[in-house]
């Protein structure tokens, strides 16, 4: 079945580095969209991604999906503490519905 | 808008009990509701993907006599473990979406079952 895989698997940064969650599909992504969950909270939505090749900027958060649709990335510049949580990767494949949600990253901030 | 409430957010049950988890869309009518389990420290693992009036579509190796999920309306969605047992102790996640197209699912905050 389709697998997605996110690397790392945990990132501590110092605040103001720069952090970068990978995601790797096995099959190709119709779209793929992203998703950040706060310790002890619920995913949400972030974002949306659905051309090969795009690329689209949220702030300090920029997301790429790759030119054969079959991976993506998010690169949070200049970390705050705010921006700890897990963030998952999700791909949509074929005209479904289904979401199959990737391995996520732990994102840790420190002072 | 988009708000999915989920009910309740944490029960303690007995082992050989059933426990019944609602999802429901506050301001918005869901034509699908998907239901995920989590790990501690885990991904979302999809359950089942259920439409309204019509029988859920359970992923591979879940059990549907286990695991009833009825979605009698537009704008709410059921999900019952039966016979509980210890290793069904999870973090139990629904979230809808608005059109058979979709792109957005917007998540409740989530069921924390503990089975003893």
């Known amino acids: 079945g389709q697998q997605v895989m996110q690397i790392p698997q945990y990132q501590h940064v110092q605040e103001g580095e720069d952090f970068t969650t990978y995601c790797n599909s096995s099959?190709?992504?119709?779209?793929i969209q992203w998703y950040k969950q706060r310790p002890g909270g619920h995913p949400v939505f972030l974002i949306q991604l659905v051309k090969s090749g795009e690329v689209k900027k949220q702030k300090r958060l920029t997301f790429q999906f790759g030119e054969a649709k079959k991976n993506s990335s998010l690169h949070i510049t200049a970390t705050q503490t705010t921006d700890v949580g897990t963030y998952f990767c999700a791909g949509r494949k074929g005209g479904g519905n289904k979401l199959t949600f990737g391995t996520g990253t732990q994102l840790k901030v420190e002072l | 808008g988009a708000v999915v409430s989920q009910h309740p957010s944490w029960v303690i049950c007995k082992s050989g009990t059933s426990v019944k988890i609602e999802c429901r869309s506050l301001d918005f009518q869901a034509t699908t509701m998907f239901w995920y389990r989590q790990f501690p420290k885990q991904s979302l693992m999809l359950m089942a993907t259920?439409?309204?009036?019509?029988?859920?579509?359970?992923e591979q190796g879940v059990e549907k006599d286990k695991f009833l999920i009825n979605h009698a309306s537009l704008t709410l969605s059921t999900l019952t473990v039966t016979s509980a047992h210890p290793e069904d102790s999870s973090f139990y996640i629904c979230?809808?979406?608005?059109?058979?197209?979709?792109?957005?699912?917007?998540f409740g905050a989530g069921t924390r079952l503990s089975v003893l």
């Open positions: 979230s809808a979406s608005r059109d058979l197209t979709v792109d957005i699912q917007y």
């Open positions: 099959t190709t992504l119709s779209n």
């Open positions: 259920s439409n309204e009036g019509s029988k859920a579509t359970y």
